[in-house]
């Protein structure tokens, strides 16, 4: 632990979960949501609070500070960064976290619905956090621990750095974002503005971890134009659009690439959103794997499957439009290893076992990796998230805070 102080990430995190950060995927605005920024301006008064004096909150909901250096050494500028934004899988608004002290291995009943049983056998990690203290939420919304329990994290550690100068540190630069949640965390972010050489985004899961491999990801969105009729008098003549989506989803492989069948390396296609009538219907599609020709493949291979069912609609027509998400960022993180290897000392030194991981998924990181800024994924302790067992123990989001403290130290000393 560090000496002689006393973490304010459990206050911080209290205090964040029940402020409603939900981004909304169909909105054009940037940040998508207004309230977003209701947590951003309150870091802002926390952070020019701690005597951050550039501290502030841009148009488009960014939060910019600057630890400035305390060494007389030429150290690289890091970032340290989480986003503010919740799912928009599970509902944010009225979050009531619980502390559940000193966990001995029972299933939590969440007590606003009773119904809502965290299970130790369905969430392996609590075995691992006896005698910790759990934050859940009653069981009515999301926690919101993705990604407040990282910007807690960061915050908390910037306050140690902050009133302890005697902790010799180059320039840290915080960044906190909107809507990663959506995959625009990065949309409007200046990295001219922000200046750092490397950064961390603190959003990963188990006590320990860091990620530095993700899926690549894309978008694939299939506009069909059916043949509308009377239905009355359809026959021979009516090709319904709906019926055309809904054959292509029927057609995926049901044991093979797709979310609920797949673990590890194991990629995927998952349909998201199906909107339409007889005459028009709109599928949307998230793709992912580890590689992009893994990922050319599977859209090949939904390309195949739609291609096929047109085929006994000869009168409909569809358009098979594809959208870069985020690429795999050990890309990146390959040319500059050293950048992930002082983050495993940093996990060492704060007493931990590290334990290097890929993400099924991915994070503003994957992004901002390849805009320039070469940037892994530290644990923040966060678990089931965007759903109502999502949960986080005290003590590893102190751990966090150490670890990051003890990563600024590193880049110091090594420089």
Not at 171 to 183: C, N, W, Y
Not at 211 to 237: L, M, W
Not at 262 to 268: I, Y
Not at 303 to 308: L, Q
């Amino acid at each position: 632990m560090l000496k002689n102080y006393k973490n304010t990430a459990k206050e911080r995190f209290l205090k964040y979960v029940q402020i409603d950060t939900q981004s909304d995927p169909y909105s054009d605005t940037q940040p998508s949501t207004e309230k977003q920024m209701d947590l951003s301006r309150i870091l802002v008064e926390e952070l020019l609070e701690m005597g951050i004096e550039d501290a502030h909150l841009d148009e488009f909901g960014y939060v910019y500070a600057t630890i400035p250096s305390n060494t007389e050494k030429n150290v690289p500028t890091i970032c340290f960064c989480s986003h503010v934004d919740t799912s928009p899988d599970c509902t944010g608004e009225g979050v009531k976290p619980i502390i559940h002290e000193n966990y001995q291995g029972q299933d939590l009943v969440l007590p606003g619905d009773n119904s809502q049983i965290i299970k130790l056998l369905e969430h392996e990690d609590l075995a691992q956090q006896i005698g910790n203290d759990i934050i859940t939420a009653s069981g009515t919304t999301l926690l919101g621990a993705d990604n407040k329990a990282g910007v807690a994290e960061i915050m908390d550690a910037a306050y140690h750095l902050v009133n302890n100068p005697d902790i010799k540190h180059g320039k840290i630069r915080i960044l906190f974002t909107p809507d990663e949640e959506i995959g625009r965390g990065t949309a409007a972010v200046d990295l001219k503005k922000l200046g750092a050489d490397f950064g961390y985004t603190i959003d990963g899961e188990t006590l320990g971890s860091l990620e530095d491999e993700t899926f690549s990801a894309d978008g694939v969105k299939i506009n069909i134009t059916g043949v509308s009729q009377h239905p009355g008098f359809a026959k021979g003549r009516m090709e319904s659009a709906l019926k055309i989506a809904s054959e292509i989803v029927a057609r995926l492989p049901k044991n093979t690439l797709s979310p609920e069948s797949t673990e590890g390396m194991e990629g995927f296609i998952h349909p998201t959103n199906i909107t339409g009538m007889v005459e028009m219907a709109t599928l949307e599609f998230i793709v992912r794997d580890f590689t992009v020709e893994k990922l050319h493949a599977h859209e090949f291979a939904l390309r195949e499957i739609m291609n096929n069912v047109l085929r006994n609609y000869p009168n409909s027509k569809a358009t098979f439009e594809v959208h870069e998400q985020y690429r795999n960022m050990k890309e990146v993180l390959d040319k500059v290893p050293h950048v992930s290897e002082y983050a495993l000392e940093a996990i060492r030194r704060s007493g931990l076992e590290p334990n290097r991981r890929s993400i099924r998924g991915g994070t503003d990181g994957s992004r901002l990796s390849f805009m320039g800024l070469p940037c892994p994924n530290i644990f923040a302790g966060e678990h089931a998230f965007h759903g109502k067992h999502e949960w986080v123990s005290v003590q590893d989001m102190e751990k966090a805070v150490e670890t990051i403290v003890n990563l600024c130290m590193i880049w110091e000393e090594k420089s």
